[in-house]
């Protein structure tokens, strides 16, 4: 079973940086598409960044310029550099990954809080 395990989540000032990562149990090429969601209390999920197998990379408008996706095959991890942050990036923040043949992200990690106070 692939598991997923995010960590580098904290409390951050803001205009501050961060880094996420997530470490998967198998190859991150391996995947379809990787991707950083973020929800925020009282909030619906959103996607903020995905990087496809091809190394194709999107972002939410909202952390455009701000935020960098990227993956690690030698260490099989998948980042999310964040900078400029502001407190309304602050959420519980997801790794997911979604493998070929499949329509949606189906593997989850457990999630890394992000605080950003003002």
């Known amino acids: 079973q692939v598991r997923l395990v995010e960590s580098g989540g904290g409390l951050v000032q803001t205009w501050g940086s961060l880094k996420l990562s997530c470490a998967a149990s198998?190859?991150?090429?391996?995947?379809?598409?990787m991707a950083w969601f973020r929800q925020a209390p009282e909030k619906q999920r959103e996607l903020v960044a995905s990087i496809s197998m091809s190394g194709l990379t999107y972002y939410a408008d909202s952390v455009k310029g701000r935020f960098t996706i990227s993956r690690d095959t030698s260490k099989n991890t998948l980042s999310l550099q964040m900078t400029s942050l502001r407190p309304d990036d602050a959420a519980h923040y997801y790794c997911?990954?979604?493998?070929?043949?499949?329509?949606?992200?189906?593997?989850w990690g457990q999630g890394t809080p992000v605080t950003v106070s003002s």
């Open positions: 997911a990954a979604r493998r070929p043949g499949r329509s949606t992200y189906e593997i």
């Open positions: 198998a190859n991150v090429c391996s995947f379809l598409f």
